[in-house]
């Protein structure tokens, strides 16, 4: 004979249980990440701009091309995961 559980705390999902999900953002999945796919926009654009400049310029670019990459990846993660949950609540 199993024993019941009485737990009536919603399920979070794992984003939201390790913090890098805010409360709105889980809500807003599809708008969060369509900003990280702009801001990732801007930084690549920022990185071209720096890159044939040469010198400390295109030390510059390097990074700003790591974080654009980090924030294209994130976006669309996080796009992918808005469009899963439309699908499984009819929405």
């Keep these: 004979m199993t024993a019941t559980t009485?737990?009536?705390?919603?399920?979070?999902?794992?984003l939201r249980r390790t913090g890098t999900v805010?409360?709105?953002?889980?809500?807003?999945?599809?708008v969060v990440g369509s900003v990280h796919i702009a801001v990732g926009v801007v930084l690549t654009a920022l990185g071209a701009v720096l890159l044939p400049r040469g010198g400390?310029?295109?030390?510059?670019?390097l990074p700003l091309a790591i974080v654009a990459a980090v924030h294209f990846a994130w976006g669309s993660r996080?796009?992918?995961?808005a469009r899963?949950?439309?699908?499984?609540?009819?929405?």
Aim: net charge positive; glycine share 6%; charged share 15%.
């Design 78 to 81: 996080q796009l992918v995961l």
């Design 22 to 30: 805010t409360r709105w953002g889980s809500r807003h999945l599809r």
């Design 84 to 91: 899963s949950a439309a699908h499984r609540t009819g929405v």
């Design 56 to 61: 400390t310029c295109a030390l510059v670019a």
């Design 6 to 14: 009485h737990n009536t705390a919603p399920s979070r999902s794992s």
